[in-house]
């Protein structure tokens, strides 16, 4: 049973690993307590990406600063959209709404405060960005942020739309 379960995970992991995996059906909340499943995210046939952080995280905050000084451009170019989701728990919630406002970040902001989708995806560190194509495959990934890594992504998203 042991050795099911661990090439069970080991299979699961190279998926996740691989370009063109989909997003898992993980079910999260906004910060005005709607309901959103992770596997029916989308931005209208355009790509987008899925940031990961949390409030404590001052990389995170760093990296989500940065994509916001061009975020409109990003938008007006490549009609990219950003989710951001905080893995921030149940008892630091609050702080998500506040943090968010305070940044002035436009991004759509989900919840993940039992880490399942941080979980089903494999992820061990934020921040941790996703980039999915159009039909919400998952096309790339990085993991921390350096400053000037943003560059990278938009990268990215200007190749799935060429």
């Not at 893995?87 to 943090?99: R, S």
Request: glycine letters at 6%.
């Amino acid at each position: 049973m042991k050795k099911l379960l661990i090439t069970a995970l080991l299979a699961f992991t190279a998926a996740v690993s691989t370009a063109s995996a989909q997003l898992p059906a993980v079910t999260l909340k906004t910060m005005d307590g709607k309901t959103v499943r992770t596997d029916t995210l989308s931005n209208n046939g355009k790509p987008f990406i899925i940031d990961f952080f949390a409030t404590w995280c001052k990389p995170c905050n760093r990296e989500l600063d940065a994509i916001a000084e061009v975020y409109d451009e990003w938008q007006e170019e490549t009609g990219v959209k950003i989710f951001i989701i905080s893995i921030d728990q149940a008892q630091n919630i609050n702080k998500v709404k506040p943090l968010v406002n305070s940044h002035g970040w436009k991004y759509d902001v989900l919840l993940d405060p039992n880490g399942d989708l941080k979980r089903a995806l494999g992820i061990q560190m934020i921040p941790f960005v996703f980039v999915c194509d159009g039909q919400g495959k998952i096309v790339y990934k990085h993991n921390g942020y350096t400053d000037g890594a943003e560059i990278e992504l938009i990268e990215k998203v200007r190749e799935l739309i060429k």
